[in-house]
């Protein structure tokens, strides 16, 4: 099976990917950044059996889903809206959000450190993407908002104790959004939930 990754902001394939790879050992995977060009080279690419999206990337999808093709779509701690004013799912206030966008222009470094701690994003990774392509991300994050709704067929995951996403409220605004018990943002646990439904 030919699988096709749309990652999470500052989430980079070579972090991402070995998960990845230990949940489907025999398939083939493809990392894409959270951007609209790399949306753009997914449509390129050709065809993939599966394409998930996760996190800002399952965003991503939601907001442009004839990026996936004819593939099947799973959605990996999806959100609607990512600010917690909006009520679509993210649980950070739209001022943290601008606040972490004004620290990793200052300080990169610690800024990302803090954002992967927060996310329960550990071990941290090492890399975390191009400024221009964080700066898009964190727009997107501050300002993107799609209709509380799945595609037909589309199947979606978050994790019960996720610290940036509301798993409950995302349930109630789409009861086909399953709730890991004990999952948090840390995709680990929600690729073994896919993995588990897919066998």
């Known amino acids: 099976m ?11 394939a070579a972090w991402f990917l070995p998960l990845a790879r230990t949940a489907f050992p025999g398939d083939e995977h493809v990392g894409f950044a959270a951007t609209t060009a790399e949306l753009t080279r997914l449509r390129a690419s050709g065809d993939f059996d599966l394409v998930v999206g996760y996190s800002l990337g399952a965003h991503l999808l939601l907001a442009e889903p004839t990026a996936a093709g004819r593939a099947r779509v799973a959605l990996l701690a999806p959100f609607f809206a990512f600010p917690r004013e909006d009520g679509l799912g993210g649980r950070v206030a ?19 450190a803090d954002f992967y701690a927060r996310a329960g994003l550990q071990p941290a990774p090492t890399e975390s993407g ?3 392509d964080l700066a898009e991300g964190l727009i997107r994050l501050e300002t993107g908002r799609v209709a509380p ?3 037909p067929g589309w199947r979606a995951w978050c994790g019960a104790d ?5 798993a409950a409220a995302l349930h109630t605004l789409v009861p086909d959004v399953v709730v890991v018990p004990g999952a948090t943002h ?10 588990e439904d897919t066998q």
Do not use: K, N, S, Y
């Open 2 to 12: 030919r699988t096709a990754w749309v990652l999470g902001w500052a989430v980079p």
């Open 162 to 166: 996720d610290a940036l996403l509301d």
């Open 94 to 112: 739209r001022t943290q959000v601008r606040h972490l966008a004004r620290w990793v222009r200052r300080e990169p470094a610690a800024a990302l």
């Open 130 to 132: 191009t400024p221009e």
């Open 149 to 151: 709704v799945l595609p």
């Open 186 to 195: 840390h995709p680990a646990a929600l690729i073994q939930a896919l993995a």
